[in-house]
């Protein structure tokens, strides 16, 4: 079933937005990625959105959030450095998933890159999150490299 949503240019002004998605990315991660549940704390949160919020200053980084019913249910922030493209983060609540609003801000972020004449488009995937790796391969991504992290060696 797919919601109908709005979706719309995010500014730097909107912090407290900004920080409610990325709590629950922050939120979603823990509880899918063993990897990921210590990295995420309130600071970590809010140096994450203190920098997201710097960054939508500058010119090669851009936002939107996406409206349903009147409220904020998804979120998506982009950014470019020549010809290449990152989706830095994309978040849809749990009330809203399954209902086309990733997609939709997939979209919207298709039309950024093709003005700005951004070619290829890259993103990360944290380890034990099948979902979104299904929802990422459903739209053309694959998997080109794994990244592997350990604090010590041996």
């Known amino acids: 079933m797919t919601m109908q949503a709005t979706i719309r240019t995010v500014s730097a002004k909107e912090r407290d937005l900004v920080r409610m ?3 629950e990315l922050a939120d979603y991660q823990r509880a899918v990625s063993a990897s990921y549940a210590a990295r995420y704390t309130e600071r970590t949160v809010d140096d994450w959105t203190e920098a997201c919020c710097r ?4 010119d090669h980084s851009w936002a939107a959030v996406a409206e349903g019913s009147g409220s904020p249910v998804g979120f998506i922030k982009v950014s470019a450095e020549g010809s290449s493209g990152t989706i830095d983060d994309l978040v849809v609540l749990p009330r809203a998933r399954g209902k086309g609003i990733g997609t939709s801000l997939l ?10 004449g951004i070619k290829e488009v890259e993103l990360t995937v944290s380890e034990g999150n099948d979902s979104a790796l299904a929802f990422y391969e459903r739209h053309g ?5 794994r990244t592997l992290r350990t604090g010590r060696i041996g």
């Open 21 to 23: 998605f990325l709590q």
């Open 55 to 58: 960054e939508l200053v500058a």
């Open 107 to 116: 979209a919207w972020a298709q039309r950024e890159f093709d003005a700005r």
């Open 141 to 145: 991504f694959q998997t080109v490299t």
